[in-house]
C-alpha cells in the first residue's frame, strides 16, 4: 500500500550511502549536504524502527539488517528508473516521418505545419523530401504523399488525398505591363514551367485552342517552388497547382488573370508503410482537415 512506503527522500539517501559505503559521497552524488544525508537516514531508521548503519569514527557500516534492506531497495529503486527511462523513450518516439516531394514540402506542408504542432504538441513531424517513387525497402518513413497511384511500391496502397486544379498566375506588376484577358494573350509573355511538369502548357494550350508558338521565350526550372518564385519576381507565367500556390493569391503576390479556367489534375495520393508510427493515422486525418479548411476558405 502507499501508505506503508518510508520517506521515499530517505530511501534515495539511504541507497546512495549503502552503495557508497559513505555519507559525505552520497551528499555529492545527491548534491546536498553530509548533515542532510544523516538527517535522511536517521529518519528511515526511526520510520523502520531498526539502524541500518553502525556509526563509527569516520566511517558509517551497513548493518546485517542494512544490508538486506538495501539489497531489496536497490531492486526497486532500479525498477523505478527503467519504468521512468522506457516512459522517456516511448514520449520521445512519437514521431510521425512524412515522405513528399521538395515542392510539396516547401509550398503546402511546411507552410502548415505549425498548425499540426499546435494541434498534437505530443507529435514530431519529419519531413523528408525525394522525387522518387515511394518504396519503404529503399526509404524509412510513415507515410508517403504523391500525385498519381502508379509506380508505388507494392508493400504501398495508394489512397486518394486531395483533388487538385492547374492555375494561370503571374505577378500584378507583370499583367499590368503586358494584360492577359484571353487564352490567346500568354503568347505575349515568357512561359515558366517545371522540370517534372514540362507538358503543361502544350495541354493547357491545346485545351483552350491556343496555338503556341514554336519560338516563343520560355523558362524551366528543376522544381515547381522555384517557378512560382520566379512567376512572383516577374519573369513570365506560370501554370501552377492551386494546391501549391499557398497565400501567394490571397496576398497578392500572384493574380490569376483567367479564374474561370481550371484544368483538373491528377490527385495526391497517400501511402502508409507495414510497421508504420502509430500516430501516422494522426497526421493523415489532420491533412484531411487542411485540406477541407483550405477548400472552404475564401
Not at 263 to 292: C, E, H, K, N
Request: some cysteine; aromatic content about 8%.
Amino acid at each position: 500500500m502507499i501508505s506503508d512506503l518510508p520517506p521515499l527522500n530517505a530511501v534515495r539517501a539511504f541507497a546512495s550511502a549503502a552503495r557508497h559505503q559513505s555519507f559525505s559521497r552520497a551528499a555529492e552524488e545527491l548534491h546536498v549536504t553530509h548533515s542532510a544525508i544523516s538527517r535522511h537516514i536517521r529518519l528511515l531508521e526511526e520510520h523502520l524502527g531498526t539502524l541500518l548503519f553502525e556509526r563509527r569514527n569516520r566511517q558509517s557500516l551497513l548493518t546485517p539488517t542494512g544490508r538486506a534492506y538495501y539489497q531489496q531497495v536497490s531492486l526497486g529503486l532500479a525498477q523505478i528508473a527503467d519504468a521512468t527511462q522506457a516512459l522517456t523513450r516511448a514520449s520521445a518516439a512519437r514521431k510521425v516521418t512524412i515522405n513528399v516531394r521538395p515542392s510539396f514540402a516547401v509550398r503546402w506542408l511546411i507552410p502548415r505545419l505549425p498548425d499540426f504542432m499546435a494541434q498534437f504538441p505530443q507529435i514530431q513531424p519529419e519531413v523528408v523530401t525525394s522525387t522518387l517513387a515511394p518504396d519503404p525497402s529503399r526509404e524509412t518513413f510513415d507515410v508517403a504523399v504523391r500525385r498519381g497511384s502508379s509506380g508505388w511500391a507494392t508493400s504501398l496502397e495508394p489512397n486518394v488525398l486531395f483533388a487538385d486544379d492547374l492555375l494561370l498566375v503571374a505577378a500584378p506588376s507583370l499583367l499590368k505591363a503586358i494584360p492577359v484577358q484571353a487564352p490567346t494573350d500568354v503568347l505575349r509573355h515568357t512561359l515558366l514551367s517545371g522540370r517534372t511538369r514540362s507538358a503543361d502548357w502544350q495541354t493547357w494550350c491545346r485545351l483552350t485552342g491556343v496555338d503556341q508558338a514554336r519560338q516563343q521565350p520560355a523558362l524551366r526550372f528543376d522544381h515547381m517552388h522555384l517557378v512560382l518564385q520566379a512567376a512572383v519576381d516577374g519573369l513570365g507565367l506560370a501554370l501552377c497547382p492551386a494546391s501549391l500556390l499557398g497565400s501567394d493569391l490571397g496576398s497578392g503576390r500572384l493574380c490569376n488573370p483567367l479564374p474561370d479556367l481550371r484544368m483538373p489534375l491528377t490527385r495526391y495520393y497517400y501511402g502508409v508503410p507495414p510497421g508504420a508510427a502509430a500516430d501516422t493515422r494522426v497526421f493523415i486525418d489532420w491533412m484531411f482537415s487542411r485540406f477541407q479548411h483550405d477548400s472552404c476558405a475564401p
